[in-house]
C-alpha cells in the first residue's frame, strides 16, 4: 500500500499563492507518476498536474502558467506551487500516483482511473 500525506493548504486571497506538498517513499517517486487532484462541493474530481518518472509534467488548461509541479527526492516530496489563486481554485487536493506516463493522461475528468493510490485531501480556500 502507498502512502500519500499532503500538506501545505490553507486559506488565501485571490492573486495569493501557496504550496502544496505530498510526501511520499522514494520508490514511489522514482517509479511511478504522481499528480494533484481537485474536487469542490458539488463538483466531480479533476486532474490538475501531473510528473511522471521521466520528468514529464501535464497540466490542467485552467493552471498552466499558474501551477508548477515538481519533485524533491531529496525530501521525497511532489510539490504543487499554485500562483495567481482564483476563487474557482478553491477545492480539496489531492496526491495520487499510479503507473502510467503522463502521456497517457487526457482531459482531466478522466484521469482518475490512471491513479490507484490516494491521499486524504488538503483544504485550500481563496476567497475574492
Same mark, same amino acid.
Given at each position: ?11 488565501? +486571497? ?8 505530498? !510526501? !511520499?517513499? !522514494?520508490? @514511489?517517486? /522514482? ?18 498536474? %501531473?510528473? *511522471? =518518472?521521466?520528468? %514529464? $509534467?501535464?497540466? %490542467?488548461?485552467?493552471?498552466?502558467? +499558474?501551477? @508548477?509541479?515538481?519533485? *524533491?527526492?531529496?525530501? /521525497? ?5 499554485? =500562483?495567481?489563486?482564483?476563487?474557482? *481554485?478553491? !477545492? ?14 487526457? +482531459? $482531466? *475528468? ?5 491513479? +490507484? ?12
Amino acid at each position: 500500500q502507498v502512502q500519500l500525506v499532503e500538506s501545505g493548504g490553507g486559506s488565501v +486571497r485571490a492573486g495569493g499563492s501557496l504550496l502544496l506538498s505530498c !510526501a !511520499a517513499s !522514494a520508490a @514511489t517517486l /522514482n517509479y511511478y507518476s504522481m499528480a494533484w487532484f481537485r474536487q469542490a462541493p458539488g463538483k466531480e474530481r479533476e486532474g490538475v498536474a %501531473a510528473i *511522471d =518518472n521521466s520528468g %514529464a $509534467t501535464k497540466f %490542467a488548461d485552467s493552471v498552466k502558467g +499558474r501551477f @508548477t509541479v515538481s519533485k *524533491d527526492k531529496r525530501k /521525497n516530496t511532489v510539490s504543487l506551487q499554485m =500562483n495567481s489563486l482564483k476563487p474557482e *481554485d478553491a !477545492a480539496t487536493y489531492y496526491c495520487a500516483s499510479g503507473p502510467n506516463g503522463v502521456w497517457v493522461l487526457g +482531459r $482531466t *475528468d478522466q484521469w482518475t482511473p490512471f491513479f +490507484r493510490d490516494w491521499g486524504q485531501g488538503t483544504q485550500v480556500t481563496v476567497s475574492s
